[in-house]
């Protein structure tokens, strides 16, 4: 079992700062989580953080802090009422990284009580800050034990991620080229990252052999569809023959050909039915490479509930009698802060109801077609590869400017429009909706709850 | 409207058999369609309101449903269940 903790970068800075207050005294805060727990990773996402200050101090030092116990039980009780975990951070201002004997004492007693205020299914973890940054972490488990916290994901205009257990990432020469651009430490971290690719057509399969080429370590693909030989004109890995097959099967099956080590796990079913959407809480980010409202409506709730980031991507060709008119395409970064699809105008509810209503009873959704309720099906749309390249590639792009931010500190951008018929690009930055559930804080990490994202779902 | 009462009742009933009737698959995103009313509603003349003569059996019970639909109005991540039930109270109040 791996565990983590996944900040907004404004809660982040605010601990941050707050920690770094008082130069030279240790100070501490609390901080409430929602989990997200799948059977390889208990994730803490960061909602609240409540700084230890003013009569709750009773002594600090650069070397210990004593606090009033009425502190954290007010925290314990906040976690509980909002059935969260509970995390405890504190600085260690004379710069020794790790958690002292000290603490190990400490912590065994406040995790005790923890265990007994908070009845949240999950864990409660304790962080140590030095210079400004976590240095040591670790989730106490209900036993009294303790294990490492293995990352921290820190999510806004640029994704960091720290690493609490120091390892000896080797890397191998093949990305010697890549490395001369960004750097050893940017090509460890594309090894430790765990991607994942929803739908693995024209755009989809291209962001797959970039993300394996570029090194990523484990990629996560869903496609529901078996490739058709009208695919292989924009499908990168297929071949004629290859009729039938489920696209993830080539996906899966290029990535081991390139043979860089990459592990590789394909589900071949869409991400409308819970079980295959809830095994994306596994991933650091999440390229959205499908055409569907229906799924991309689910992404959009998905990016919000669990912080994790979602590059939205697609083409639209506008063809009359064959002749192009407009070629336009998007790549939308989908996180707690930027506006959604919904804000931005790019799905509608009565598309999504009719794919729902297709996918899970295909007679019905005709005869409501037949009698109008719902729009009719259209025609497969145009699709051409170095249109769809173009886009995958520029999702890839903003996912490694998010990484290293090669694209420049004040960036803010974020969609990325391609005019491609006017050889333009433009970038834009557009705030929620007034009402929308983006915008509403609430949702920012909602993480685990039932049903799942507060959505209802296709029979299994 | 939004009381905590409120919002256990809406709970309960989506966690029950009926949430599949009423709430399509993808719910909040994708919307609800018509809605159904037991015991049966008609106007103090005791004629049918408009569309809603029709009649369906669900969990052993007929209902009188009220073909209403929200084509092009639901707001996909603003609408949910609140949104619903003001559309159906205010479809009822009408009297039509």
Known sequence: MRYSVTFFERDFNALSQHLAATPGLEQAAYLVCRAAITSSEARLIV?????????????NSSHHMKIASRSFIRAMKKADRQKSCFLFVHSHPDGYPDHSAQDDVEERELFSTAYNRIRTAGVHASLVFMNGAPS???????????????????????????????????????????????????????????????GVGGTGSCVAEQLVRLGVGSVLIADGENFEATNVNRVYGSRVVDADLPKVKLAERMGADIGLGTKIDVIPKPITFESVLSEFRTCDVI???????????????FAVYYGIPVFDMGVKIHSESQTVRSIQGRVTTLMPGTACLNCRGRLLSERINAEARRAVNPEAAAELEEEGYIPELEDPAPAVVPFTTAVAASAV??????????????????????LIDHTRIRTNHVFPRDGCFCGDATFWGRADVKPFLDTTWRPE | MCSNRASRRIRKLLSSSIRRKILPAGYPNSHPDMFWTYPDVKRTNGTWPAASEHHAVYGNRNWQRWSRHYQGQWRAGIDNFRSYFAAVRHEIGKGL
Do not use: K
Request: some cysteine.
């Open chain 1, 47 to 59: 909602r609240d953080v409540l700084p230890v200050d003013g009569t709750d101090i009773l002594a």
């Open chain 1, 136 to 198: 040591s972490g670790r989730v106490w488990l209900e036993d009294g034990s303790h294990v490492s916290l293995e990352r921290i994901r820190i999510i806004g205009n640029r994704f960091r991620f720290i690493f609490l257990r120091q390892q000896q990432v080797y890397i191998p020469e093949f990305f010697d080229r890549q490395v001369r651009a960004f750097g050893p430490d940017v090509q460890r971290l594309l090894q430790e990252l765990r991607v994942g690719i929803v």
């Open chain 1, 287 to 301: 390229f959205g490479c499908t055409d569907d409202e229906f799924g991309r409506s689910l992404l959009t709730r």
């Open chain 1, 397 to 418: 792009g903003e996912f490694l400017h998010r990484l290293t931010g090669f694209l420049g500190d004040d960036r803010r951008s974020s969609e990325v429009l391609h």
